[in-house]
């Protein structure tokens, strides 16, 4: 199904991110003016046109956001691979009620692209571990995604 092309979410994109998950999103770099690809797991759909997502405030995300607000999350789900482009701004540059020195972004989808390559599909999801205290990782996790609720 590759080359599919979409003003916004369609319903298995959305669905995927009603929980943490793990995406990259690639920005324009402020210093060298190419791609800078990070890879993040606090991330929401709000709607089928809103993506939110929260990432250290030192981050080199938002200081290339402040100077080029282009911005796209690839999420591997749905039996494939896409790309969601869109306009990236910071809500808050700190959330107030967490432990950690967060921000607060949000993405205006303006395209959605299957971009997996002809005559595959994705077999395996990505998966990762949390390296650190398992506890405070879910402590800190339901934080964090309850933060990106109230959003």
């Known amino acids: 199904m590759a080359n599919e092309v979409e003003p916004f979410l369609i319903k298995p994109l959305f669905e995927?991110?009603?929980?943490?998950?793990?995406?990259?999103?690639?920005t324009i770099d402020y210093e060298k003016g190419g791609p800078n690809v990070s890879a993040i797991s606090w991330v929401l759909a709000k709607d089928h046109h809103t993506i939110c997502f929260a990432v250290d405030n030192r981050s080199r995300i938002l200081e290339n956001i402040k100077r080029n607000k282009q911005g796209v999350i690839i999420l591997i789900a749905n039996e494939s691979t896409y790309s969601i482009s869109g306009e990236v701004t910071i809500k808050e540059e700190t959330l107030k009620e967490l432990p950690l020195n967060l921000a607060l972004l949000?993405?205006?989808?303006?395209?959605?692209?299957?971009?997996?390559?002809?005559?595959?599909?994705?077999?395996?999801?990505?998966?990762?571990?949390?390296?650190?205290?398992?506890?405070?990782?879910?402590?800190?996790?339901?934080?964090?995604?309850?933060?990106l609720k109230k959003a």
């Open 106 to 147: 949000e993405m205006k989808v303006n395209e959605v692209r299957d971009v997996m390559f002809y005559g595959s599909r994705i077999i395996s999801e990505v998966q990762y571990d949390k390296t650190y205290d398992k506890n405070a990782a879910e402590r800190l996790d339901h934080q964090v995604m309850g933060a």
């Open 16 to 26: 995927e991110l009603q929980k943490e998950r793990f995406v990259t999103i690639a």
